[in-house]
Every structure is written in C-alpha cells, then in structure tokens.
C-alpha cells in the first residue's frame, strides 16, 4: 500500500487549504486513516483521524477549523484546512491503517506535504 499526499503550499494567514491522500497498491481494506503534522523542532502531532464508519476526532488546535473526510470508493482522505494560522505551518502526513486477511492490521505513512501559513 501507498500512500500520496498532495494539497500543500505557501498561504496566508486565514487562508484555506485542502489536502489529499490517495492509498494505492493492493488494497483489501482500509480501516482509520488520520493526519499527523511535524513542525520544525517539534514532535509530530495528531491532527485529525476519521474511522471508515466515518467517526472524527480533532486536535484541540485544529478544532472548528478543520474537517476531515474520506471518499471510501477512492481510497482518498481529505483535509479542508480553514482559517489557517502561522502555527499550523508543518510538514502534513496522511496515515492509513491497512488489513488483510490472515495478517494482522498495519499502518502505512504517506511522504508528507509541506503548509506554510505566512503572517
């Protein structure tokens, strides 16, 4: 399985962003799959997740701002970044967890894509 983010770039503070990530390979059944960012000297951080039911879970930073979602039929999770501030500025990872039968679920990690928010 893997993973392609795309979506990132330079905008301004209060702008707007989406992001994707398509899974691809072979591919039996994604369960979550979530965004993580990595800013510079910081650790990476959940961002958001979403289940394949379609149940989210937000950072507290990101609350309000952000929304996930994910098209099942594409493999695809999405990120509509709102209102972005300079502190959101991170490298954006898309993650997906993958099952097959008779092996137990694993999880994937897409090459990051790069959001800068400028003052």
């Known amino acids: 399985v893997q993973l392609q983010a795309s979506g990132g770039g330079l905008v301004q503070a209060g702008g707007s962003l989406r992001l994707s990530c398509a899974a691809s390979?072979?591919?039996?059944?994604?369960?979550?799959m979530a965004w993580y960012r990595q800013a510079p000297g910081k650790l990476r951080e959940l961002v958001a997740g979403i289940s394949n039911g379609g149940t989210t879970n937000y950072a507290d930073s990101v609350k309000g701002r952000f929304t996930i979602s994910r098209d099942n039929s594409r493999n695809t999770v999405y990120l509509q970044m709102t209102s972005l501030k300079p502190e959101d500025t991170a490298v954006y990872y898309c993650?997906?967890?993958?099952?097959?039968?008779?092996?137990?679920?694993?999880?994937?990690w897409g090459q990051g894509t790069l959001v800068t928010v400028s003052s």
């Open positions: 993650t997906a967890v993958h099952s097959r039968p008779g092996a137990p679920p694993r999880n994937y």
């Open positions: 390979g072979i591919i039996f059944s994604i369960q979550s």
